[in-house]
């Protein structure tokens, strides 16, 4: 009895712990590296789509933009360490639970333990960027699709690896787009602190912020799935890829336009994130 009584407590604190302000900072610090990325893909987006300009709508076309600029080494090193901030964060979800009452769910430790994953490797590539390895963060998505796509299907059972991958890929954009639409990112904030106009801030960002963001997974998805039943690696697609085939559709430019804009806002967004993000 008494070990049990202890064991929640324990389990709090720890989860306290990991919550603490090194964390909640660093967790800041990445919504704001995460945003000044989808705003220069946003904004490379929207000149594809008005000019046809061949620059790179990713993360290589977004690192190229920073380190454009006069103090571009600073600003990728300090984009870096905030994606790292970021990866932290979520390694503590992963290890001690979220915050809020069902934190601690083992479907949300894990999926806050893949999107540590990711924000570590996105981190390791632009600080490898900026300590002077042009080509890690630099490189085309398009070009790792194709190579990733390449050593999957020179597998035994390649198509099928592959199209567990682009499936997975698929099922997240469709999955990032849905909770946009049903704005499930409200229990995330502070809502009931914050004022009306703060929320409805974060409201018409996040919608279609979120939309956007999902439809360019779902592509990158889709492409990649295509890849595997034709077990042609040069059909999957990258995001600057995925984000210039929307021209291709009935609705032409403007769909990527719309597209792009909403990347844009998801990055306005993600600056709201790390004022009112309950972390």
Excluded: C
Aim: cysteine-free; overall charge positive.
């Amino acid at each position: 009895m008494r070990l049990s009584s202890m064991r929640p407590s324990s389990m709090n604190l720890r989860r306290g712990a990991a919550r603490g302000a090194a964390v909640r900072a660093g967790a800041r610090a990445g919504f704001v590296a995460r945003g000044v990325l989808y705003l220069l893909v946003g904004a490379l987006a929207v000149r594809i789509g008005l000019t046809g300009t061949s620059e790179q709508a990713d993360r290589g076309g977004a690192l190229a933009e920073v380190v454009s600029t006069p103090f571009g080494a600073v600003l990728l090193w300090a984009l870096g360490v905030g994606l790292a901030g970021m990866a932290l964060w979520r390694l503590s979800e992963a290890l001690f639970g979220a915050a809020g009452p069902k934190g601690d769910r083992l479907g949300r430790r894990a999926l806050s333990g893949a999107r540590f994953a990711f924000y570590a490797v996105g981190s390791f590539l632009v600080l490898s960027f900026a300590a002077g390895d042009r080509g890690s963060g630099a490189g085309t998505t398009d070009r790792q699709s194709h190579d990733l796509s390449g050593r999957l299907l020179s597998l035994p059972g390649g198509p099928w690896w592959v199209g567990a991958v682009a499936t997975a890929i698929l099922g997240a954009g469709l999955w990032i787009a849905g909770r946009a639409v049903l704005r499930k990112y409200r229990k995330h904030l502070t809502w009931e602190r914050m004022s009306a106009p703060q929320r409805r801030f974060m409201d018409v960002t996040g919608v279609p912020g979120g939309v956007a963001r999902g439809l360019v997974f779902a592509a990158v998805g889709f492409f990649g799935l295509k890849a595997s039943t034709e077990s042609d690696p040069g059909e999957a697609k990258g995001i600057d890829d995925a984000i210039r085939s929307f021209a291709q559709t009935p609705a032409g430019p403007w769909l990527l336009v719309a597209v792009a804009v909403g990347l844009v806002l998801f990055g306005v967004f993600s600056f709201g994130e790390s004022k009112w993000r309950d972390v």
